[in-house]
């Protein structure tokens, strides 16, 4: 019984130091110790390599080939889109160069009217067709932006930020009509005059004023008596609105009072009107 116990406990140890069975050492060494090679070892090693290069070389081939393709795509949409700025750009300056022309035949032809001359500059001014210069407020809303890495509590983290969407449409609105409420004379909304024909909608992410799209920061400038614009806006719900959204959400809004705002005239939009069908 002593025996036995000995050799189980042997066998034990023997187990955790050399785990290898006897019979993979008697069979390894019948065959010399090594794994026997045979002629075509070599070779078909030889033929994978160059599968794998030749495969390798291809995709190289293809990936450099079509590089040059589509930097001469891109090269060209940038140059037509730069071409189409310049266009529009040109036009924009021939716009106003007739808009005056205009002005100064129409002041010229009404210089014996001066109730009717004054009459059409208000309308014009109401219209949103004709540049304006005064006194105001500036109403700024900005997206928040957050870290796209998470941060430790001990030390703020360093990694790139993207912009939260939060506002919309809706948002840029409510402060329009707000500051119109409050007795605004003209506004503009990232330097896009409004009119009574003006739509903000929201396509995609972006917001659109009258079709052309505005990102944040938001900026609503508003001209009329100051000291009215001020204290009716700071004292709407509007404002308590955003104010909480700065504090709760982090979004960016400020409201200012200006001596001095400038605001562009909006092009001319045409009218269709509905005609009874015969």
Do not use: C
């Amino acid at each position: 019984m002593t025996d036995q116990r000995r050799i189980t406990t042997q066998q034990l140890v023997d187990l955790v130091l050399d785990p290898r069975d006897p019979g993979y050492e008697a069979a390894a060494a019948r065959h010399g110790g090594t794994t026997p090679r045979h002629w075509y070892d070599d070779p078909l090693v030889a033929v994978g390599a160059v599968v794998v290069g030749f495969v390798l070389a291809i995709a190289w081939v293809h990936t450099h080939r079509g590089a040059p393709e589509a930097a001469a795509v891109h090269d060209k949409l940038v140059a037509q889109v730069r071409a189409a700025e310049g266009t529009v750009a040109d036009l924009s300056r021939t716009e106003a160069a007739l808009t005056n022309q205009v002005d100064r035949i129409r002041n010229a032809a009404l210089a014996n009217s001066g109730t009717l001359v004054r009459t059409l500059n208000r309308d014009q001014v109401l219209a949103g067709v004709t540049a304006v210069h005064g006194p105001g407020v500036e109403v700024t809303l900005a997206e928040p932006t957050v870290s796209s890495q998470p941060s430790d509590a001990a030390r703020p983290s360093r990694g790139p930020t993207t912009t939260a969407h939060i506002l919309m449409d809706r948002d840029v609105r409510s402060v329009a009509n707000q500051l119109w409420s409050d007795g605004a004379e003209a506004i503009a909304v990232n330097g896009i005059r409004l009119t009574p024909t003006s739509a903000i909608r929201f396509a995609g992410d972006a917001v659109l004023v009258d079709f052309q799209p505005i990102s944040s920061p938001y900026k609503i400038d508003a001209i009329g008596n100051s000291d009215q614009l001020i204290t009716g806006f700071a004292s709407s719900a509007v404002a308590d609105k955003y104010q909480t959204l700065a504090s709760v959400r982090g979004i960016g809004f400020r409201f200012t009072q200006v001596d001095s705002l400038s605001l562009p005239g909006s092009p001319g939009t045409a009218l269709r009107y509905a005609r009874v069908a015969r």
